[in-house]
């Protein structure tokens, strides 16, 4: 584990594999951290070197001290990681809100991308009146007490079979998290909205969904898909909204193939 100041904030990160090698940057949803992509890193450190990082107040990473995120402010630090790990261009996946920091990439950054790759996202994720519900709730109630109805939405029923212990463990690291922070980014869901942001960029685009994900379905990747002017996203079978944990060895070939 690495910490970069940024901002006046500390960010944790982590930078693994050969320097020599293409950069990829990892972003993972809201609630969880930069361990939903572990499974991952034996198939992708042979080939490529490997960023993740925590959001605002979740993992190893500082508190925002503002009263407002943004998702080019999201951005920023993934340009600031990637210049700390000495790359003028790097290929990028994010999930749930880190495909939305992919988006504002896309629209504003598309020049630093050798490749896109969202997940499990959408131009407009939810409605601002039920963000802003759930934001509200966190401040009122906390994360620990949170965590036992949302941590639920992430996951399949075939992921939670298998995993006896997946919602337990997870309940436990959202639980770790800074309210506030969490509830900021909520408001900054809300917020976002990238409908008619996305039509002009040149990044190769690979977009992935599950079929049995509550929280952005596929028709919201099929929206995007339109938005963006690209193909049809794939959507993977008995796959919730975190196809990194779920299904770690399919996402890794369907990464691999895109970014080769």
């Known amino acids: 584990m690495s910490f970069l100041e940024i901002n006046g904030r500390v960010v944790g990160y982590r930078l693994l594999g050969d320097a020599s090698l293409p950069l990829v940057v990892l972003a993972h949803p809201l609630g969880m951290s930069q361990a939903v992509w572990d499974e991952l890193l034996p198939a992708l450190l042979p080939r490529y070197r490997v960023l993740t990082w925590d959001l605002p107040g979740h993992g190893s990473s500082a508190a ?57 996202t959408g131009a407009v994720i939810g409605t601002r009146d039920a963000w802003q519900t759930r934001a509200a709730a966190v401040r009122e109630k906390g994360l620990v007490s949170m965590a036992v109805d949302i941590v639920p939405r992430w996951f399949g029923p075939a992921a939670c079979q298998a995993q006896p212990a997946l919602l337990q463990g997870w309940n436990t690291i959202m639980g770790c998290g800074d309210a506030n922070s969490y509830a900021l980014l909520c408001e900054m869901l809300g917020r976002a909205d990238f409908r008619e942001q996305l039509g002009n960029h040149k990044v190769p685009l690979l977009l992935v969904g599950g079929s049995d994900d509550v929280a952005t379905p596929p028709e919201s990747l099929r929206a995007l898909a339109q938005c963006c002017g690209t193909g049809d996203p794939v959507i993977l079978d008995k796959v919730g909204h975190v196809p990194s944990v779920e299904c770690p060895e399919r996402f890794s070939r369907l990464l691999l193939a895109h970014l080769g």
């Open 64 to 120: 925002w001290r503002g009263e407002q995120i943004t998702p080019a402010s999201l951005a920023a630090e993934v340009l600031a990681l990637a210049e700390a790990a000495g790359a003028e261009h790097f290929h990028f996946a994010g999930t749930s809100i880190g495909g939305v920091i992919g988006q504002q990439l896309l629209s504003r950054h598309g020049d630093r991308l050798l490749s896109a790759t969202l997940t499990n």
